[in-house]
Nanobody
């Protein structure tokens, strides 16, 4: 399965942006789709994930209340709505698939990765 992320760009602090990630096909019967990010000089960190079947979500604490992950099962697509953006959100954002039922935001547990999309938030 291939993942195609899009929607990154340059935005001012306080602004909003939505990222999209489309899977080339439905890879498994049950799985999670997630967003990760890697800022300059930082390790890759989990941002949010959503279960394909019931839509349950998990957001990391640093984005709770500002970011919302969602999915469109018919199109095998996951979204990340980002509001009230901050300069520290600047990073390359990646989407990925976890082919299990156990929710996780650990990058080492994700099997399929898309290419990154750059988000830059100016102050």
């Amino acid at each position: 399965v291939q993942l195609q992320a899009s929607g990154g760009g340059l935005v001012q602090a306080g602004g909003s942006l939505r990222l999209s990630c489309a899977a080339s096909r439905r890879p498994f019967s049950r799985f999670f789709m997630a967003w990760f990010r890697q800022g300059p000089g930082k390790e890759r960190e989990g941002v949010a994930c959503v279960a394909h079947d019931d839509g349950s979500t998990l957001h990391t604490n640093t984005v709770k209340g500002r970011f919302t992950v969602s999915r469109n099962n018919a199109e095998n697509t996951v979204y990340l709505q980002m509001d009230n953006l901050k300069p520290e959100d600047t990073a390359v954002y990646y989407c990925a698939i976890l082919p299990t039922l156990m929710v996780s935001l650990r990058p080492d547990r994700y099997t399929y990765w898309g290419q990154g999309t750059q988000l830059t938030v100016s102050s």
